[in-house]
């Protein structure tokens, strides 16, 4: 690693404890648990749904926003310069016919 690049992770670093940090909304389970009463569960089954219907929900809002983890990634990949390598139409040549990502 270059003094170059130790640089830039510094101030990257330093830039990033600038940001205030911002908690997402707790799931309160207490609040939706009326919606799933008609479904006949258990309590400890109703807040198991709640919860993970609030984890898909927050993964669609971070998708929306783009802070969730792949697009992260995606980006500071892209940054770099190593965006990867596509085929005809801006394909990622992992996809497959099948449409599963494979890491060969």
């Not at 400890?44 to 709640?50: N, P, Q, S």
């Not at 669609?60 to 792949?70: A, E, K, R």
């Not at 005809?88 to 060969?104: F, S, T, Y």
Request: proline residues 5%.
């Amino acid at each position: 690693m270059t003094d170059k690049d130790k640089l830039r992770l510094t101030e990257e670093l330093a830039s990033s404890q600038a940001l205030p940090v911002v908690e997402p909304p707790k799931c309160d389970i207490k609040k939706y648990r009326e919606h799933v009463k008609e479904f006949d569960l258990t309590p400890e089954e109703e807040a198991e749904l709640l919860k993970s219907l609030w984890l898909i929900m927050a993964a669609f809002v971070d998708m929306g926003f783009g802070v969730d983890s792949i697009q992260l990634l995606s980006a500071s990949e892209q940054e770099q310069g190593s965006a990867p390598a596509s085929k005809v139409d801006g394909q990622d040549e992992r996809l497959k016919l099948n449409g599963g990502i494979h890491d060969d």
